[in-house]
């Protein structure tokens, strides 16, 4: 495992620490509207090489775990592996046909180390295989490093850990597996930490993912201040590390540690705004996206109206506010849960969700 946060928005991240199953009952999903796929379809799969693999021969012969060289990693302050252990899960079809499938990555909360949907393997198969549910390959990922989380932003602490989800594995997947390999089949989603890694590198890259899914994503509405998102010392460190490093400095984090005991307002501006960057600044990172070619076919979010964190409601609320207006197709889902992957996320919405987004997809 390898994931914290930082300070006030940090906490926020940590939020960001994996729960895995509500005990409310959640309500009934909203239906997500199926949107166009974008004007520009042409973007190239990422380069790269295949891993050869063999289905596990004891378990459950559909969960291959994978060793993936991560060339993006290299380098970095850390002096972490330059390579990610990914779980990949399988379709129900997959050993019974020639066909190519479209690929969900996941994205793992703080803690959370990849694997956490194989557990739920059987019911997502189940709904697979019910009549029009569109089969996919699900990649999970997680955010684990030595500082304890990566938050999956490019940092020369922890290395380039977009790059290597969108780049390094999308490039071995599409080698090593039977995979749609274009935009339109290829989709990102997330919990916690891992949401709020789906929003940023999602809107960041719509050449490699063409549809998001961001579950209880820790971010910020216009207004709140980070102070009050609390402390953790646990995750101070990492959350700093991602998005306000400091390569000149001369050991651990690597990186600009705002004070949680003195007011932000009397600490180093830049440092302030490189912190806010990580949860915050949603008009900016839509606005970049706007600015590129390519478009996602829809943006789902969801949340849990009991959440302890109770600045993610207003984040995503925010964040949906903007897509509205910017006309980016949208859904905002809703349960009666605290802050977790509840259970109508893994028997439902997911498979719903995802069969819809890839319905077009060849």
Request: with cysteine; glycine share 12%.
């Amino acid at each position: 495992m390898r994931g914290r946060a930082a300070v006030t928005l940090v906490a926020a991240a940590l939020v960001l620490a994996g729960c895995t199953a509500g005990t409310g009952a959640p309500t009934p999903a909203t239906s997500p509207a199926t949107a166009s796929a974008g004007t520009v379809t042409g973007a190239p799969s990422p380069a790269g090489t295949a891993i050869p693999w063999v289905a596990p021969t004891t378990g459950d012969r559909f969960v291959v775990p994978l060793d993936v060289p991560a060339p993006s990693l290299a380098g970095n302050l850390l002096g972490d592996p330059a390579d990610r252990w990914v779980v990949v899960t399988l379709p129900p079809s997959y050993f019974t046909s020639q066909e190519r499938y479209p690929v969900v990555y996941f994205l793992e909360g703080v803690g959370t180390q990849a694997g956490q949907l194989a557990g739920d393997r059987a019911s997502i198969a189940h709904q697979m295989q019910a009549a029009g549910a569109r089969e996919f390959i699900v990649v999970e990922a997680d955010g684990i490093n030595s500082l304890g989380a990566n938050f999956y932003a490019n940092s020369p602490v922890g290395g380039n850990m977009a790059d290597f989800l969108s780049q390094d594995l999308v490039g071995t997947v599409d080698a090593s597996f039977r995979t749609i390999a274009n935009r339109q089949a290829r989709a990102l989603a997330g919990f916690s930490m891992g949401g709020l890694g789906t929003v940023n590198l999602g809107l960041s890259r719509p050449d490699v993912f063409g549809s998001l899914y961001a579950l209880s994503p820790p971010l910020l509405s216009p207004g709140t201040d980070l102070g009050v998102l609390g402390t953790d010392p646990g995750t101070g460190d990492a959350y700093a590390a991602a998005f306000a490093p400091d390569p000149t400095a001369t050991a651990p984090p690597y990186a600009h540690v705002l004070d949680p005991t003195v007011p932000f307002s009397q600490q180093d501006p830049a440092v302030v705004a490189a912190y806010q960057r990580g949860l915050g600044d949603l008009p900016d990172k839509v606005a970049a996206y706007l600015a590129q070619p390519y478009r996602l076919s829809h943006v789902r979010v969801s949340y849990g109206l009991w959440d302890g964190y109770a600045f993610i409601g207003p984040g995503c609320d925010y964040l949906v506010a903007l897509l509205e207006q910017n006309g980016i197709p949208h859904s905002l889902r809703t349960f009666g849960g605290p802050h977790a992957i509840d259970p109508g996320f893994v028997d439902s919405d997911f498979v719903s969700y995802f069969t819809q987004q890839f319905a077009g997809a060849s």
